[in-house]
């Protein structure tokens, strides 16, 4: 079975600071990554996601992730954050066999960016 | 093309009482997962549905039920509500493809009094 697990549920940055946020995953098939985020009140929206090729990916509003098979991560990168970053992220795992993806949602970090 | 559309976004219940959601995905995607999140328990898989079909259900009471129709739009219905099923219930769709990238409705938060 598949899961994802992400390490801390609140995170704090000061703006203009380093962004990390951590997600590790377990398939049993090669599986596909994503990160959602989701402002309050509404909706998941994509930021990015790896599917196959180049192992670091580049998504929206300044946000990258890198895939390490080795370490079975695919954590949340952004040199530095800004207030508009504050918001709810969500790791995804797609992954599956016999032509069903089935896909996994991690626990979610909530992201404070302090002035 | 137009996002994925709930209605209704808002929604006010008393303990007892049953309620649907609706759910019209992007044009052209045949499946559709709802998903249900509240503060305590984050986001929770509640069922996916592909071509009128259920292929996939999470661990919740039989009172969540779902249902496709053959336009892909999709309700689902939680009966006997409670206090506890108070949450941002979300739908997301899909193409499928390789990935299954599921694309994520702005929701409908339901209130149970």
């Known amino acids: 079975a598949q899961s994802v697990t992400q390490l801390g549920s609140h995170v704090s940055v000061s703006e203009g600071a380093l962004v990390l946020l951590r997600c590790n995953y377990s398939s049993s098939v090669p599986p596909y990554l994503f990160w959602y985020v989701q402002y309050p009140n509404q909706g998941l929206q994509l930021l990015l996601k790896y599917t196959t090729g180049a192992t670091l990916v580049k998504g929206i509003n300044g946000f990258e992730a890198e895939f390490k098979k080795s370490e079975t991560s695919f954590h949340l990168t952004k040199p530095s954050a800004h207030m508009s970053d504050a918001a709810e992220y969500f790791c995804?795992?797609?992954?599956?066999?016999?032509?069903?993806?089935?896909?996994?949602f991690g626990t979610g970090t909530k992201l404070q960016v302090i002035p | 093309k137009a996002g994925v559309t709930q209605t209704p976004r808002y929604l006010i219940k008393t303990r007892g009482q049953q309620v649907t959601l609706s759910c019209s995905p992007i044009s052209g995607h045949r499946s559709v997962s709802w998903y249900q999140q509240t503060p305590g328990q984050g986001l929770q898989f509640l069922f996916e549905y592909f071509s009128e079909t259920q292929r996939n259900k999470g661990n919740f009471p039989g009172r969540f039920s779902g249902r496709q129709f053959s336009n892909s739009r999709s309700e689902m219905n939680v009966s006997t509500l409670e206090l506890g099923d108070s949450a941002l219930y979300l739908c997301a769709s899909s193409n499928y493809g390789e990935t299954n990238e599921q694309f994520f409705g702005p929701g409908t938060r339901l209130t149970v009094l």
């Open positions: 995804a795992v797609s992954g599956g066999s016999g032509g069903y993806q089935k896909v996994t």
